[in-house]
């Protein structure tokens, strides 16, 4: 199973989990790979500056000052790095913010437990219509048989297909079904039902090996972690980015959006909705602003406030995929000679409800993205859940995080066993 995000510690908050403390990293501020066009002339006073949209809602603390001069160049204004230094990270299993003041180990343990609890109902609800279907179809497949024949088989196969799960993944999991047959491995319907979940959950836990599962497997003192989000207009990009701000800042980190689909005239109207619903300050800047500028300056003010994390939105365009090929490379090329390894996670948003055809866009953004997981959203919206296992097996990536409704605490991250569980109502 991924981690979910790094956790601040200290007294008020309960550490869940594992691991230990970051650093912060050196200070490096040239300006590369940045398009001449976007560059400002020393002559041109109506050169735009960066505008940050700092959280207005009451109880956001320490919204950034507004800018009192432009120079020579965009800058964003913010407040000077701290002298005090800030708070060790840890970076562990995410369940919730809690207050934890003089808790005893007893208590502790207590709400840990309730914790799970909640999120593992919640995961059930999420792929209920799907485990209703699956169920219900196997139940009648099952239904008066006492011998696993050929019929049955081809039965089988038509309900893990109508689930979602696709043709080539169904097709491996009956062949290691009818070698556990011939083996007299699986010699009854209960055999067989273990046999179908057990390869399941072996195909999402192999999708692991690969990509980023986990946030843990950067440096610790790495900073800020950068995260870019790729995916067409209209899978739920924008929510999850404001999902995954506000989940990351519940577990105490400083972060920082970047409005880069400039693209999209509504992309930044939208993402300040969610700035401002989640507390979390934004970067963008005026229509037509060549990406890599907005991220540039996006990266210079995270390391100047010294935040945790930065999340990048992307513009999602297919049908020009040269230009967004080239746009992405040189949004990556800025990164990585800002900040050591960056982007640490390139996430693609696939939306669940649109099946197989949400997996042949991934295959697309594979091409030319560079993509390190995926996040489904929608996952409690669709009787076809079995895309998950879908995407694991033919993009060989992690799922990070799951999609399970429309409220901004509805971003989870993917549990392969509670998933399989859900599935068959276990």
Not at 143 to 162: F, K, M, P
Not at 167 to 188: F, H, K, P, S, Y
Request: charged share 25%; aromatic share 4%.
């Amino acid at each position: 199973m991924g981690l979910f995000w790094r956790r601040k510690s200290g007294d008020q908050f309960v550490t869940l989990g594992l691991n230990e403390p970051k650093t912060t990293v050196k200070d490096e501020s040239a300006r590369e790979e940045v398009s001449e066009s976007t560059q400002p002339k020393a002559a041109a006073p109506a050169t735009p500056v960066p505008e940050i949209v700092p959280p207005v809602t009451a109880s956001s603390p320490d919204p950034l000052p507004v800018p009192t001069e432009k120079t020579e160049t965009p800058t964003v204004v913010s407040r000077p790095p701290a002298t005090v230094e800030k708070p060790v990270t840890s970076r562990s299993p995410f369940a919730t913010s809690v207050l934890g003041l003089n808790l005893s180990m007893e208590e502790l343990q207590a709400q840990e437990a309730a914790l799970e609890q909640e999120f593992s109902a919640r995961f059930r609800r999420a792929v209920a219509a799907t485990r209703d279907t699956l169920s219900d179809r196997l139940d009648t497949v099952f239904s008066g048989r006492t011998q696993i024949d050929e019929e049955l088989l081809d039965q089988l196969e038509e309900v893990l297909i109508a689930a979602d799960i696709g043709v080539t993944t169904t097709l491996e999991i009956l062949e290691t079904v009818r070698r556990g047959v011939a083996r007299n491995q699986i010699n009854d319907m209960g055999a067989l039902k273990q046999a179908i979940k057990d390869e399941l959950l072996s195909i999402l836990r192999a999708s692991e090996h690969q990509g980023i599962a986990s946030e843990t497997t950067v440096p610790e003192n790495v900073a800020p972690y950068v995260m870019m989000i790729v995916g067409v207009n209209g899978v739920g990009k924008t929510t999850t980015i404001g999902k995954l701000a506000q989940r990351i800042k519940a577990e105490g980190n400083d972060v920082l959006i970047c409005a880069a689909d400039t693209f999209r005239a509504a992309a930044s109207d939208q993402l300040a909705i969610w700035a401002e619903r989640t507390g979390v300050p934004l970067i963008h800047q005026k229509h037509g602003t060549d990406p890599a500028a907005v991220l540039f300056d996006s990266l210079k003010a995270a390391r100047a406030r010294g935040s945790d994390v930065l999340i990048v939105d992307t513009a999602g365009r297919l049908h020009t995929k040269s230009n967004l090929m080239a746009e992405l490379e040189k949004m990556k090329r800025v990164a990585g000679r800002e900040v050591e390894g960056a982007p640490h996670e390139t996430l693609l948003v696939v939306d669940a409800v649109t099946g197989q055809n949400g997996l042949e866009q991934a295959r697309q953004f594979l091409k030319v993205a560079g993509v390190t997981g995926i996040v489904l959203t929608k996952l409690d919206g669709t009787a076809k859940g079995g895309i998950a296992v879908a995407i694991a097996r033919e993009l060989n990536l992690p799922i990070r995080y799951v999609g399970i409704g429309e409220k901004v605490d509805d971003l989870v991250v993917f549990n392969p066993e509670l998933y399989v569980e859900g599935l068959f109502g276990t």
